[in-house]
C-alpha cells in the first residue's frame, strides 16, 4: 500500500467510532420513539415502550403498565391493582410462579435502558463483528458476581440442584448486538459457568450452569399502547 492509500485508510479509520460508542448511539436513537419487544428467558414477555417513560408488558395472563415510578398490573380477573396489591393477596395453593411473574412484571426495565447496563459489564478490547452488529465479550468478575447471585436463587426456586462446587475461573459471557438503521433490531446475552456434582462411587458430574436472555425490537415509531381511560388516569397519562 501507497502512502496515500495508508493516508486514506487510516482517516478513514479516524472516522469510524469504535463499535461501542456506534452501541451507544444506537440506544440513544432507538429511546426516541417507540417500539414494539420481546424477551426470552425465563418467562416470555411481551410489550411496547412509548417515549418519555411508558411501558407495558404482558406474561400469559398478566400484563402490566409502567409510567415512570407508577405501575399497575392486570391479572386473569381484568382488574388493574399495584403489584404490592397483587403479591400481598397471594393464598395458599397459589402457585408460585405467580408471584414470579408479578415480580418479574413489576422489576421489568425498558429494553434499551437494559442494554446500556449489560454493556457497562463489557470487558476492554474490540469485539467479534456478527452479521449485522458485534459480540462483546463480558468481564469474567463481573459475570462471576452475576451468576453467584442467579445461581443463588435458582437453588432456592429448587431449579437447579446445590451443586458440591463451581469452577468460577471458568466463569464466561458474551452479549451480542444487532443493528441497522442506526436502531437496535435485537440483542441477546449469556454467562455460563462450570458446576461438579459428586456421585457415589461414579464418576463426578459436570454441567455449566448458564443463564441466557434474548430480546427483540420492532416496529419502530410504530408501536402504541391502548389503555383504558381509568388506568391512563391512574398512571398520570396525559
Do not use: C
Not at 461501542?20 to 440513544?28: G, L, P
Not at 413489576?106 to 452488529?133: F, N, Q, W
Not at 452479549?175 to 440483542?187: C, D, E, P, Q, S
Not at 461438579?196 to 441466557?212: I, S, V
Amino acid at each position: 500500500m501507497n502512502r496515500l492509500g495508508l493516508a486514506a485508510l487510516l482517516f478513514l479509520q479516524a472516522q469510524t467510532p469504535p463499535p461501542i460508542e456506534t452501541v451507544k448511539a444506537a440506544i440513544e436513537n432507538t429511546a426516541k420513539s417507540s417500539y414494539s419487544y420481546r424477551v426470552g428467558g425465563r418467562f416470555t414477555r411481551e410489550g411496547v415502550f412509548v417515549p418519555p417513560d411508558l411501558l407495558s408488558a404482558r406474561i400469559d395472563g398478566f400484563q402490566s403498565a409502567r409510567n415512570g415510578a407508577k405501575i399497575l398490573v392486570k391479572g386473569p380477573e381484568g382488574l388493574w391493582k399495584t403489584p404490592d396489591e397483587r403479591l400481598g393477596e397471594q393464598v395458599e395453593g397459589t402457585p408460585p410462579e405467580v408471584a414470579d411473574k408479578v415480580t418479574t412484571l413489576r422489576e421489568a426495565e425498558r429494553p434499551h435502558e437494559m442494554l446500556s447496563m449489560l454493556l457497562a459489564d463489557v470487558k476492554s478490547g474490540p469485539p467479534t463483528e456478527i452479521a449485522g452488529g458485534y459480540s462483546f465479550a463480558y468481564d469474567p468478575e463481573k459475570v462471576r458476581t452475576y451468576l453467584r447471585k442467579e445461581l443463588d436463587k435458582a437453588v432456592e426456586r429448587k431449579t437447579v440442584a446445590k451443586p458440591d462446587s463451581v469452577a468460577w475461573e471458568t466463569a464466561e459471557g458474551r452479549l451480542r448486538v444487532h443493528l441497522a438503521r442506526g436502531l437496535i433490531l435485537k440483542f441477546s446475552e449469556e454467562r455460563t459457568v462450570s458446576i461438579r456434582y459428586k456421585r457415589e462411587g461414579e464418576p463426578d458430574e459436570r454441567k455449566r450452569y448458564r443463564t441466557e436472555m434474548a430480546f427483540e425490537l420492532s416496529n419502530h415509531g410504530e408501536a402504541k399502547v391502548e389503555l383504558p381511560e381509568e388506568v391512563r388516569k391512574r398512571l398520570d397519562l396525559k
